[in-house]
C-alpha cells in the first residue's frame, strides 16, 4: 500500500500572549480541574500558577532546581512532578495540607454577568479575542511545506519519473527496504512513521517497537507492529481445548512450531474469562511455576509473562481450567518447546562420553564392536601394533 497525505493550512487562528516575561520557559501543565496552568522557568527554577479564565497569575513555587524540564499532573494522585535535567530526578511537588475551599477563578463578578449577556446578544460567535477582520488567503504562503516529505529525504522522490501528478511509482515510495539509517542519512523518520512504518530497521529503540525483552517486531503497514515473542491465547469455553495465534492473525499456529529462546520475555494474553496456568510438568497434579509479580504463574482476561533463562524446564506446559455450569471442570495441557543452553548442551555431550568410557577395566576383552575405544583402550592397542611390527619383520627376515 502506497502512503497517502493531506494537508491543510490554517489561518485566521484565534491566538493571544496568555503570559511574558517568562525566564525560559519549558514546561507547562494543567490542573485537574483545568482551572490553573503550571508554567516552568528554567532559567530560574520557579514554576508559576496562572488563572486559565484571566490569566493572572495567583502563585509561585521556587523548587530550588536549576534547570526543570517537563511536568506532568499525576493521573492517581493529582501531584504535580517535573523532571530536572542537571540532577536527572522526577520531583513531586507536594501541598502542605487540603484547601478548605475549592478553587475560584479570578475574573470578577461583573466581568462575567458582561460576558454572558453580550454572549446572548450576539450569538455563540462572539469572541473578545477573535480577529473578525482577517480573512483566508486561499493561495498556500509556503509551498515547500507541502513536499518535504515528497522530496528525496521523504518516503519517495522529487525525481518526476518515481513520483508526479500522475501518481507514485511503487518500489520508490514504500520504505520497508530502507537502510540508510545514519545520522548523515536523508531518510526522513517522520517520513516513515506517516508511511505507515512504526517497526523499521531505521527506527530508534528496538525498531522503534515496545516489544517486551528480547522479541523482534514485524510491521503491519499503517495498523501497527507485531512482536515475534506474543501470541494470543483462546480457550475453548467447553472442551478447555487452548489455541495459539499471533496478534494479528486469524488461524491458530501449530504448537510444534514454536520453540521459546532464551533470553526471551514471552507474552500469552489470554482473552477469556478461563483461568491459563504455566507448569513444567504434564502431569496435573503438578502445581503451576511460581513466576516474578506473578506467585500462582496464571491469568485470565490479561497476560501472562514467561521469562526463558538457563533453569527453565523444557518444554513448558500451558495448561487451562474452564468450569461449566454444572461445577465440572475441563482443563486442556500443551507442550512448547524451550531452546537448550549451550552448558545443558556441553553437560549432554559430557554425559554420552562418560557413559561411552564406563565399564573398560583392563581385565575386560576387547571387542572390535565396541565403541567405547578410549584412553583406557589405547595401551592395548599399540602393545598389539608393536607385536604385529616385530612379526612382520621377522618373516620378512626369513624370506631373505
Known amino acids: 500500500r502506497l502512503p497517502s497525505f493531506e494537508y491543510s493550512i490554517w489561518e485566521c487562528v484565534n491566538q493571544r500572549v496568555f503570559a511574558k516575561g517568562l525566564d525560559k520557559p519549558t514546561g507547562l501543565a494543567l490542573s485537574p480541574d483545568g482551572n490553573r496552568l503550571f508554567v516552568a522557568?528554567?532559567?530560574?527554577?520557579?514554576?508559576?500558577?496562572?488563572?486559565?479564565?484571566?490569566?493572572?497569575?495567583?502563585?509561585?513555587?521556587?523548587?530550588?532546581?536549576?534547570?526543570?524540564?517537563?511536568?506532568?499532573?499525576?493521573?492517581?494522585?493529582?501531584?504535580?512532578?517535573?523532571?530536572?535535567?542537571?540532577?536527572?530526578?522526577?520531583?513531586a511537588v507536594k501541598p502542605r495540607g487540603a484547601?478548605?475551599?475549592?478553587?475560584?477563578?479570578?475574573?470578577?463578578?461583573?466581568?462575567?454577568?458582561?460576558?454572558?449577556?453580550?454572549?446572548?446578544?450576539?450569538?455563540?460567535?462572539?469572541?473578545?479575542?477573535?480577529?473578525?477582520?482577517?480573512?483566508?488567503?486561499?493561495?498556500?504562503?509556503?509551498?515547500?511545506?507541502?513536499?518535504?516529505?515528497?522530496?528525496?529525504?521523504?518516503?519517495?522522490?522529487?525525481?518526476?519519473?518515481?513520483?508526479?501528478?500522475?501518481?507514485?511509482?511503487?518500489?520508490?515510495?514504500?520504505?520497508?527496504?530502507?537502510?540508510?539509517?545514519?545520522?548523515?542519512?536523508?531518510?526522513?523518520?517522520?517520513?516513515?512513521?506517516?508511511?505507515?512504518?512504526?517497526?523499521h530497521q531505521c527506527l530508534p529503540i528496538n525498531n522503534g517497537s515496545m516489544c517486551d525483552t528480547g522479541g523482534i517486531c514485524r510491521n503491519v503497514q499503517w495498523r501497527g507492529f507485531v512482536c515475534d515473542n506474543e501470541f494470543i491465547v483462546r480457550v475453548d469455553p467447553v472442551t478447555g481445548d487452548i489455541s495459539l495465534y499471533e496478534p494479528d492473525g486469524t488461524e491458530p499456529i501449530s504448537f510444534e512450531d514454536i520453540t521459546l529462546r532464551i533470553g526471551v520475555t514471552y507474552r500469552f494474553t489470554i482473552v477469556d474469562d478461563n483461568l491459563v496456568?504455566?507448569?513444567?510438568?504434564?502431569?496435573?497434579?503438578?502445581?503451576?511455576?511460581?513466576?516474578?509479580?506473578?506467585?500462582?504463574?496464571?491469568?485470565?482476561?490479561?497476560?501472562?509473562?514467561?521469562?526463558?533463562?538457563?533453569?527453565?524446564?523444557?518444554?513448558?506446559?500451558?495448561?487451562?481450567k474452564v468450569y461449566l455450569r454444572s461445577n465440572v471442570a475441563s482443563s486442556s495441557v500443551i507442550g512448547i518447546k524451550v531452546e537448550q543452553s549451550s552448558d545443558a548442551t556441553m553437560e549432554m555431550q559430557m554425559k554420552d562420553t562418560e557413559a561411552l568410557t564406563s565399564g573398560t577395566d583392563s581385565d575386560e576383552m576387547i571387542t572390535a564392536d565396541d565403541t567405547g575405544a578410549s584412553a583406557a583402550v589405547m595401551p592395548e592397542l599399540l602393545r598389539l601394533t608393536t607385536v604385529v611390527a616385530s612379526l612382520t619383520a621377522l618373516l620378512l627376515s626369513l624370506g631373505d
Open 277 to 320: 496456568s504455566v507448569h513444567a510438568s504434564e502431569d496435573r497434579s503438578e502445581p503451576a511455576l511460581s513466576l516474578p509479580g506473578n506467585a500462582c504463574g496464571c491469568a485470565k482476561n490479561g497476560p501472562l509473562l514467561l521469562t526463558i533463562d538457563d533453569s527453565t524446564p523444557g518444554p513448558v506446559y500451558l495448561r487451562s
Open 99 to 199: 484547601c478548605s475551599t475549592q478553587y475560584q477563578t479570578r475574573l470578577t463578578e461583573g466581568y462575567e454577568q458582561a460576558l454572558t449577556a453580550a454572549t446572548l446578544a450576539l450569538g455563540e460567535d462572539f469572541s473578545i479575542t477573535k480577529n473578525f477582520t482577517c480573512v483566508a488567503n486561499p493561495i498556500p504562503p509556503n509551498a515547500s511545506l507541502f513536499d518535504q516529505v515528497h522530496v528525496g529525504t521523504g518516503y519517495a522522490s522529487d525525481d518526476p519519473n518515481v513520483q508526479a501528478m500522475a501518481g507514485m511509482d511503487a518500489a520508490a515510495a514504500l520504505l520497508a527496504n530502507r537502510t540508510d539509517c545514519g545520522l548523515e542519512s536523508d531518510l526522513n523518520f517522520d517520513a516513515l512513521l506517516l508511511g505507515g512504518y512504526y517497526c
Open 41 to 91: 522557568e528554567r532559567g530560574t527554577g520557579k514554576i508559576h500558577v496562572h488563572d486559565v479564565e484571566s490569566g493572572a497569575l495567583v502563585g509561585t513555587i521556587d523548587t530550588g532546581y536549576t534547570s526543570i524540564n517537563g511536568m506532568s499532573f499525576s493521573p492517581d494522585t493529582n501531584i504535580l512532578h517535573f523532571v530536572d535535567d542537571s540532577s536527572n530526578s522526577l520531583v
